[in-house]
């Protein structure tokens, strides 16, 4: 697909692009094709910029949960904006309340939040450390 092509993607299909090149590993795609070189990310731990912002976050989340496999349970978009609820889960530690939202202008994420909470499965060790 050409660059144009890729600017030219709704919101609905960046989004898309995005979540399946996500469950399928690809991330260094994932960011060349669909994270604005300029994205801003709101997260507990701060804002981060650009995509190394974005890789540096990343790093932590599988740092948190090493190997996890994420369940989308509810996905929106309307006009530029998108919603992601998801759960995840790996011995020892789940999240239940992972939520995204997505800011999406000619065929870029610019600017997401991110929350999520990592709960210690009953029984099991507490969670990793947060960096």
């Given amino acids: 697909m050409?660059?144009?092509?890729?600017?030219?993607?709704?919101?609905?299909?960046v989004f898309e692009?995005?979540?399946?090149?996500?469950?399928?590993h690809r991330f260094a795609e994932d960011l060349?094709?669909?994270?604005?070189?300029?994205?801003?990310?709101?997260?507990?731990?701060?804002?981060f910029r650009?995509?190394?912002?974005?890789?540096?976050?990343?790093?932590?989340?599988?740092?948190?949960?090493?190997g996890a496999r994420y369940v989308y349970t509810?996905?929106?978009v309307e006009g530029r904006m998108a919603f992601l609820e998801w759960t995840a889960q790996?011995?020892?530690v789940r999240v239940c309340d992972g939520a995204d939202s997505f800011l999406i202008?000619?065929?870029w994420i610019v600017a997401q939040t991110i929350h999520y909470t990592l709960e210690p499965v009953d029984g099991e060790a507490d969670p990793p450390a947060r960096p």
């Fill in 90 to 92: 790996i011995e020892g």
């Fill in 32 to 47: 060349a094709r669909n994270v604005s070189p300029s994205c801003v990310v709101l997260e507990r731990r701060g804002v």
């Fill in 74 to 76: 509810n996905r929106m």
């Fill in 2 to 13: 050409t660059d144009e092509a890729l600017r030219a993607r709704s919101a609905r299909e």
């Fill in 105 to 107: 202008e000619q065929g």
């Fill in 17 to 24: 692009d995005h979540l399946r090149l996500a469950a399928e």
């Fill in 50 to 66: 650009g995509r190394e912002g974005v890789r540096e976050l990343a790093r932590w989340l599988e740092d948190e949960l090493p």
